[in-house]
């Protein structure tokens, strides 16, 4: 049975950080690509960033130079260092296994159950 479970959310002032870890179990972990995605109120959940099993990383223009997203095989478990948090981050983040289809990641099946992060401003 896969299961990734999301940690490390929490309430933080704007300009602060947090490290949020999705630990997989039930799947060939070091071979999967793993997204982390986002949904605010009212919006669509939307990809933050990813990890191929090669370790390349895809950033969103929103993050891009505030947010880092690691993997460590030997844990099962991918990371997503986030500085300089602003307001608009605000959101439930789940991580994924990736699917690819030809050069593009889709979200596959398994997602965590989310981990709220708060920004105030």
């Known amino acids: 049975q896969v299961q990734l479970v999301e940690s490390g959310g929490g309430l933080v002032q704007a300009g602060g950080s947090l490290r949020l870890s999705c630990a997989v179990s039930?799947?060939?972990?070091?071979?999967?690509?793993m997204g982390w995605y986002r949904q605010a109120p009212g919006k669509q959940r939307e990809l933050v960033a990813s990890?191929?099993?090669?370790?390349?990383?895809n950033y969103a223009d929103s993050v891009k130079g505030r947010f880092t997203i690691s993997r460590d095989n030997a844990k099962n478990t991918v990371y997503l260092q986030m500085n300089g948090l602003k307001p608009e981050d605000t959101a439930v983040y789940y991580c994924?296994?990736?699917?690819?289809?030809?050069?593009?990641?889709?979200?596959?099946?398994?997602w965590g159950q989310g981990t709220q992060v708060t920004v105030s401003s």
């Open positions: 994924n296994i990736g699917v690819f289809i030809g050069a593009t990641m889709i979200p596959g099946a398994y």
């Open positions: 039930g799947s060939r972990f070091s071979i999967k690509p």
């Open positions: 990890i191929t099993s090669g370790g390349s990383t």
